[in-house]
C-alpha cells in the first residue's frame, strides 16, 4: 500500500479553469503538508495542516484552497489557474512528538500540473 | 526565519570519484537537519536525518553526512559515488516550525 497517495499524477490543463488534487496517507500521521516544486526544482512550504486545522500558510495565492476533511486527507484546490501555477506539486505528511519517526515528512509521488 | 543555503546547483563527476555536497543553514535554535534524494521522475526519499547524538550519520549506499555545529553546516559525502547515485539532493532544516528546503544539488554521475 502507497503511504502518501496523491491524485492525479499528471493534469493538464487550460489557463483559467479550476482544478483540485487530492492527497491521501495511511500512516496514521497527524500533520499534512503541500509542497510546490517549480522547474528550478526548488521545493517551497504552502501550506501545513495538523488534525484538519490549518498551521502553516506561506503566501501563497488565495486561488490556492487547501480542505482537509479529515486528518488523513489534504487537498488542493486551485481556481483561475495561472501559467506559473505549472509545477509538481507534492504532498507529505509526517508524525508529531519526539519518537525516531517524528518530523520526518513522507512525501507522494508528485502531481505534475501543466497549465496552457 | 530559518534557510538553507546548498553550495552547488549542479555537480557532474565520473564512477569512483568522491563526493562532498556542502549544506549550511541558519537558525539560532536547535534544529533537525535532513538529507532527501529526488531519483529522476521520483518523490523524495529521505536519506539522512539528525536530530541529537553522534554527528556522524551513516546512510545507505555508503553515504554519510557530518553535522559541524560550529558551522552551521551538515555536508553529505560519499567516497565513490556510483551511475546510480544520479539524481537530486535536498537538505532541509527543521527550526520552530515546517521543514525548509534548500534549493537542491543536481548530481550527474558519468558510467
Known amino acids: 500500500d502507497t503511504a502518501v497517495s496523491q491524485t492525479p499524477k499528471y493534469l493538464v490543463t487550460q489557463m483559467g479553469n479550476d482544478k483540485s488534487i487530492k492527497c491521501e496517507q495511511n500512516l496514521g500521521h497527524d500533520t499534512m503538508y503541500w509542497y510546490k516544486q517549480d522547474s528550478k526544482k526548488f521545493l517551497k512550504i504552502m501550506f501545513s495542516y495538523n488534525n484538519k486545522e490549518l498551521i502553516i500558510n506561506e503566501t501563497v495565492p488565495n486561488r490556492f484552497s487547501p480542505k482537509s476533511p479529515d486528518k488523513a486527507h489534504l487537498n488542493l484546490h486551485i481556481n483561475s489557474l495561472e501559467l506559473g501555477d505549472s509545477a509538481v506539486y507534492f504532498c507529505?505528511?509526517?508524525?508529531?512528538?519526539?519518537?525516531?519517526?517524528?518530523?520526518?515528512?513522507?512525501f507522494g509521488a508528485g502531481s505534475r500540473l501543466t497549465v496552457l | 526565519a530559518q534557510s538553507v543555503s546548498q553550495h552547488n546547483h549542479h555537480v557532474i563527476l565520473s564512477e569512483a570519484a568522491s563526493l562532498e555536497l556542502g549544506c549550511n543553514y541558519s537558525?539560532?535554535?536547535?534544529?533537525?537537519l535532513f538529507w532527501y534524494v529526488q531519483y529522476p521522475g521520483q518523490h523524495l526519499q529521505l536519506l539522512f536525518k539528525?536530530?541529537?547524538?553522534?554527528?556522524l550519520v551513516k546512510g545507505i549506499k555508503g553515504f554519510e553526512a557530518e553535522f559541524i555545529k560550529s558551522k552551521f553546516s551538515f555536508n553529505l559525502r560519499k567516497p565513490s559515488v556510483q551511475w546510480s547515485d544520479t539524481a537530486e539532493y535536498f537538505c532541509?532544516?527543521?527550526?520552530?516550525?515546517?521543514?525548509?528546503f534548500g534549493k537542491g544539488t543536481m548530481l550527474l554521475v558519468s558510467p
Open positions: 539528525y536530530f541529537s547524538g553522534d554527528p
Open positions: 537558525y539560532g535554535g536547535t534544529v533537525n
Open positions: 507529505a505528511s509526517s508524525q508529531d512528538g519526539q519518537g525516531q519517526g517524528a518530523n520526518v515528512l513522507t
Open positions: 532541509a532544516v527543521r527550526g520552530y516550525s515546517t521543514l525548509t
